[in-house]
């Protein structure tokens, strides 16, 4: 069965420092997502992504994160400067375009810790 | 704005028992709701959606959900638990049906099965 992979499961970092959270979603989807689950909190949507744009952001997606599908695989999320707060767990999903089997499907996440 | 309410913090069972974990939405639309189970360190995993049709929505692993208009609500159930169903539970809602929007989750339920 298809899934989502992301990569590294666990990454630290210094704040400050610039880091680069990578995603492979299911080949044939179009939508891809980022959400993240700070430590015992909900899990929050961050944005989501169409078309090689941004198609919504939520408040947390600020000038300090930036996605990009560099090639026709990957789909990555950048956080520029990264600060205490943005240590949590970090998904990617994906989704089809818009049909009665559409969900999002989520990878196994990668755990961001920034000292 | 939409939101998802799940009331309980925790949901305890013996295994054998029948097992419900509530969830209710807000939403200014349709509503489309989704359950997703997550087990420890894991990522997340689909359960089941409700888009529209038949309210008792049959999804993965023997569980179910009924969606109910009139009460906002998209209860989780399963007739007879198992102690490898114990994990942490989310609900989540999008409006409309555009697959780019966000996913708006519940702040989650964790059960627990004994034997």
Not at chain 2, 97 to 103: F, I
Request: proline fraction near 5%; hydrophobic fraction near 35%.
């Amino acid at each position: 069965e298809p899934e989502v992979t992301q990569t590294p499961s666990h990454q630290v970092t210094q704040m400050g420092q610039e880091v680069i959270l990578r995603c492979v979603p299911i080949s044939n989807h179009l939508y891809f997502y980022w959400y993240r689950q700070i430590l015992g909190q909900k899990v929050e949507f961050l944005v989501s992504f169409y078309n090689n744009e941004i198609s919504e952001k939520s408040e947390i997606f600020d000038d300090q994160f930036s996605v990009e599908r560099p090639d026709g695989s990957n789909f990555t999320l950048k956080i520029r400067s990264t600060k205490l707060e943005d240590s949590a767990m970090y998904f990617c999903a994906s989704s089809e375009l818009e049909g009665p089997s559409v969900g999002q499907f989520f990878g196994p996440g990668t755990r961001l810790t920034v000292l | 704005a939409q939101s998802v309410a799940q009331p309980e913090d925790q949901v305890n069972v013996a295994e054998g028992n029948p097992l419900t974990v509530k969830c209710t939405y807000s939403v200014s639309g349709n509503p489309y709701l989704f359950w997703y189970v997550q087990y420890p360190n894991r990522g997340l995993q689909f359960l089941l959606k409700y888009i529209t049709g038949d309210n008792l929505v049959k999804g993965s692993y023997g569980f179910e959900a009924e969606f109910n208009k009139s009460q906002t609500s998209f209860h989780l159930k399963k007739p007879s638990a198992l102690v490898s169903d114990s994990a942490l539970y989310f609900c989540a809602v999008r409006e409309g049906g555009q697959a780019g929007t966000a996913l708006i989750f519940g702040k989650g339920t964790t059960l627990s099965v004994s034997s």
